[in-house]
Structure formats: structure tokens, C-alpha cells
């Protein structure tokens, strides 16, 4: 059977498997005591800056800030979130490699997975929004305001659960 057509709790301890054996997990292991430290704060300050510019960016689609435009507030904070996420996934990937066999049956891991997927998603929802394209031709109507605030609780919830699972991961 193909990975597709087997069931996921077969699947994924394969995949962590053969990311902890990979060259990435065995490069992480043997680059010194300092290494994983390292990584792990770098982790750390992208899941920060992620979540920081998120938030922020979020209590403004809630209607927060109301005197700064959505246009304002969307440059700095969509930059900085998609840098934070490219450094808190890639770190995150190398702290995973090094000892990924060990979350297998974490219930954590999947739901910080679901979770960053879930905020994904939210984010190709947002950017297809008509509100958002406009976003510099506020005010808005009443309905696009309304699809905003949601868009912006989705986001706050998936993100606040991904940080919340990561962080329980290791109390696993």
C-alpha cells in the first residue's frame, strides 16, 4: 500500500522516523551541545515575532484600533509574521529531526500541526477576501467588517493553539 492508503497512525511514525534518521536530524544531533539551544531560541523568537504581528493584526480585523487603517497596520504585521513563520518553521523542523521518534503518539504534535494548518488556511481565506484586497478603501460595509472579525478570531484561535500545543508538547 502507498503512504496515501494507509492510515495516519501508521504514517506519521514512519514520517518521524525517517526525519529523525534524515541528514538534517543527524546534523542537528552532531553540531555540539550548543546546537539545539540555539535553535531552540531561534524558535522561540520566531514564534514570538509570528504571533506577536498576529495579534496584533488580529485585534485590529476584531475592530480594535479604529482610528488606524487596516492598510496601515497590515504592512509591518503581515511582514513580520511570515518572517517569524519561516523562522519558527524551520527551527522547528530541525528541533523536530533530532529527536522526532520520541512525539509519536503525542497527541500535542498533531494538534500544533492541525492547528498551523488551520491558521494556513485562514490566511489564503483572507487574502481571497474582496476586504482585504480594498483593504487601503475603508471604511468597509457592514458585512465585509463582519468577515473580517471573523477571519481575524479564526486566526487568533488557530495561532493560540498551535503556540499552546507546541508548548505542551514536552510536558507529554
Not at 509591518?76 to 524551520?90: D, E, N, S, Y
Request: aromatic share 8%; glycine share 10%; proline share 5%.
Amino acid at each position: 500500500p502507498t503512504a496515501s492508503s494507509r492510515p495516519a497512525a501508521t504514517v506519521l511514525p514512519e514520517g518521524l522516523s525517517w526525519l529523525e534518521a534524515s541528514a538534517l536530524g543527524r546534523a542537528v544531533r552532531g553540531a555540539g551541545v550548543w546546537s539545539y539551544a540555539t535553535i531552540n531560541l531561534a524558535h522561540i523568537v520566531g514564534v514570538a515575532t509570528l504571533f506577536g504581528s498576529v495579534l496584533l493584526l488580529d485585534l485590529k480585523l476584531l475592530g480594535l484600533f479604529r482610528r488606524v487603517p487596516l492598510s496601515i497596520v497590515s504592512v509591518p504585521t503581515v511582514r513580520l509574521a511570515a518572517v517569524g513563520f519561516g523562522i519558527a518553521a524551520l527551527s522547528g523542523l530541525c528541533l523536530l529531526a533530532t529527536n522526532a521518534t520520541e512525539y509519536t503518539g503525542n497527541p500535542f504534535l498533531l494538534i500544533k500541526f492541525g492547528a498551523i494548518a488551520a491558521g494556513l488556511a485562514n490566511v489564503l481565506l483572507v487574502r481571497s477576501m474582496r476586504a482585504w484586497r480594498d483593504r487601503s478603501l475603508e471604511p468597509f460595509a457592514p458585512l465585509q467588517k463582519r468577515q473580517l472579525a471573523l477571519a481575524g478570531g479564526v486566526s487568533l484561535l488557530a495561532w493560540t493553539t498551535a503556540v499552546t500545543a507546541g508548548r505542551m508538547i514536552g510536558y507529554w
